[in-house]
């Protein structure tokens, strides 16, 4: 972190009482010191980020930040409040504040700042040093992390004296964004492992950065800790030791069980199950193989490879899906059978702007099933799993299997991949099975499965789900909106959340009137939290924190985007008395959306899509009576609770770490 903070961008007596005020402060001195060139501008940009989710931490912490054209470097600047700014956190105000400004398009090095800060914020003699330094000049080189002091040499333990070795255990932490919760698992486990007497090193697969521990110490190692939503990349150099898999939050809440689980597997002389390791790792073979964890985490991993898949086609929904929305309120929707334009292209009509949208949206659209497959695949197998899964789902899309046929393609993609580098091979032949051999002998097994034995039985089922979707009327579609409305709300951009939306999405690769309306059902649900939780912090603010009715104020903006996150600080807060009732919203909404017969083209929701819909006006109703519906159910059960009296200690979610929470990246 060297050259991003000097002394003058260093505050021991930040007299803001607001979080817009301290972040001006602090930004008038990164204008002084020629890293912004607009302060309004650059504060602006700092007010939008901090609209998406506080950036409060627990501990006093207050990490404000942002992108911004109007920053010339990337910057730092800090500041200490004695009275303490209200960011946001659920243990209450900050006094260390940190504004962290990179350039517009600078993602590594914002990304860098980020992650390198929220590893030494989990450091508690870190944080001591910040609050208790009176010198700006050390302050800052504090945290740049030059602390003039030496350590002490580390004194023996009586293993060390006694001539044996301590416990050894490497580790491995990553979540979806890889940013904060990457690294503060890092630290958590470090720090246990220190207290606990245990030689612990961590490889942080994150946004960041992945640097592979050194294999010599792998091979020290007593026991593997795997802390990750995402999956581990070259799983394979773990192979035959005692390994603790487990999510990333339990890495961060506690690591001192997992060392102890470790040791104990160690002492048990249990191994994991990781596929043997035929290669380099830097090739990707044998990186597939199992993950060591117990027979009922099964369904856990299952939900991973599938995210992961679906996390992948998400960006060519988005732009393909928009691209053909945005063809068709142009230029109508007879303009899908347009000519081609290569052929036929005018550039003062219309007509020709609206069919180049089109074919464009729609060629992204044709690698929909194709990218599911292939990156279900990667995500049980890694690099070699990407050919037979990219094969498998385009015989999907040739069969006529569709969205279903691309998931199971997928998924025998990555089994064959998994079973393949599970066989011994010789020596000589290492080299080349991850560039050669597995991709060859997978894609015909694969496609053999999918031409011959899956793949039309698949297509038949595909085609009774679209009929029966064509088909809904009446309590049939009522109850299907009802269902899809629930699982939108209940985590609210979680698994459940994800599952919904791709089945939507799925519809899109061949849009039928029943998909179109299964769409525009899901999209409207997911509006209704947010907008739930803006209005009720409306009609009743004394039944809500002073931070949550500022939440309230964002999510309003949050839930005409569709960004149902927006509601997570309050469930977070209070859940028994808000999912369940943001979840009846979203049910009434989805039932009704379905009832109307709302369609909607677009992968996404939000005010902007309304003219992309079709019954407008009823689905909007629809959003409105189950926001309403929401609102009176979160009043009325936080109203019967009789809440501690305004102005009490403030009690929501906890802070952004400047991810946006699948919650998954």
């Not at 333990?157 to 690294?183: E, N």
């Not at 160690?266 to 596929?275: F, L, Q, T, Y």
């Not at 009434?588 to 079709?614: C, D, E, K, Q, W």
């Amino acid at each position: 972190m060297s050259e991003l903070i000097t002394a003058e961008l260093v505050d021991l007596d930040l007299s803001a009482v607001t979080k817009d005020a301290a972040a001006r402060s602090l930004a008038e001195r990164m204008v002084a010191a020629h890293r912004v060139t607009d302060l309004d501008g650059f504060l602006a940009d700092v007010a939008a980020r901090e609209a998406q989710m506080p950036t409060g931490l627990d501990g006093g912490i207050g990490i404000p930040h942002c992108r911004s054209e109007h920053v010339s470097a990337p910057t730092l600047a800090f500041g200490r409040s004695a009275a303490g700014i209200d960011f946001g956190a659920a243990d209450g105000p900050a006094d260390l504040i940190f504004l962290i400004a990179a350039p517009a398009g600078a993602d590594d090095d914002h990304l860098t700042i980020l992650s390198a800060l929220a590893r030494r914020l989990m450091d508690p003699e870190f944080t001591a040093a910040l609050r208790a330094g009176t010198d700006p000049g050390a302050v800052a080189a504090l945290i740049r992390g030059e602390d003039p002091t030496e350590e002490p040499e580390p004194e023996e333990d009586d293993a060390t004296a006694a001539g044996s070795a301590p416990f050894r255990i490497v580790a491995v932490t990553s979540c979806p964004t890889g940013i904060a919760h990457t690294y503060m698992a890092a630290e958590s486990l470090a720090a246990a492992g220190r207290a606990e007497g245990v030689e612990v090193t961590v490889e942080t697969q994150g946004s960041a950065g992945f640097k592979k521990l050194d294999p010599a110490v792998v091979a020290a190692a007593d026991a593997v800790i795997w802390a990750h939503d995402v999956e581990v990349r070259e799983k394979s150099r773990f192979r035959g030791k005692p390994l603790v898999d487990v999510g990333v939050k339990a890495g961060i809440n506690r690591p001192a069980e997992l060392i102890a689980e470790a040791r104990r597997k160690a002492e048990r002389g249990e191994i994991a199950a990781v596929s043997e390791d035929g290669g380099s790792t830097e090739s990707g073979y044998g990186d597939g193989g199992g993950s060591g964890a117990d027979h009922a985490h099964f369904g856990v991993r299952l939900r991973t490879y599938l995210m992961s898949g679906v996390s992948y086609m998400v960006p060519f929904v988005a732009a393909g899906g928009l691209l053909i929305a945005l063809s068709f309120a142009i230029g109508g929707y007879e303009i899908a059978s347009a000519k081609s334009v290569a052929d036929h292209f005018v550039w003062g009509e219309a007509d020709s702007w609206a069919a180049l949208l089109n074919q464009i949206g729609s060629a992204a659209f044709a690698f929909l099933v194709p990218v599911l497959a292939g990156y279900i695949a990667y995500g049980m197998a890694d690099r070699p799993a990407l050919v037979p899964g990219f094969v498998g789902g385009a015989i999907a899309l040739t069969v006529n299997a569709g969205f279903l046929g691309g998931l199971v393609a997928g998924l025998l993609a990555g089994a064959v991949v998994m079973a393949i580098q599970r066989v011994p091979v010789h020596a000589t032949l290492r080299g080349i099975m991850p560039v050669l051999v597995i991709p060859l002998i997978a894609s015909a097994v694969v496609g053999f499965l999918m031409f011959i034995v899956v793949g039309k039985p698949i297509a038949s089922l595909q085609n009774a789900l679209t009929d029966w979707l064509n088909g809904l009327s009446g309590s049939n579609a009522v109850i299907l909106g009802v269902v899809l409305g629930l699982m939108m709300c209940f985590d609210m951009g979680g698994p459940l959340n994800k599952v919904a939306y791709a089945f939507a999405v799925g519809g899109l690769a061949d849009p039928t009137d029943g998909s179109l309306k299964v769409m525009a059902a899901v999209m409207a649900a997911g509006m209704v939290p947010p907008l739930a939780m803006a209005l009720a912090t409306t009609v009743r603010r004394k039944l809500f924190t002073k931070t949550e009715r500022e939440n309230g104020r964002a999510a309003w903006v949050l839930g005409a985007s569709f960004i149902t996150e927006g509601a997570i600080p309050f469930a977070a807060a209070d859940p028994l008395r808000v999912i369940p009732s943001v979840m009846a919203g979203g049910a009434v909404t989805g039932a009704l959306s379905m009832a109307f017969g709302a369609t909607l083209r677009a992968p996404h929701g939000g005010v902007f899509v309304v003219p992309l819909i079709g019954e407008p006006f009823l689905y909007l109703l629809a959003i409105a009576a189950g926001t309403l519906v929401a609102t009176a159910l979160v009043v009325l059960l936080k109203g019967a609770r009789r809440t501690a009296p305004e102005g009490a200690g403030d009690a929501e979610a906890t802070g952004s770490d400047g991810s946006r929470v699948t919650v998954a990246a």
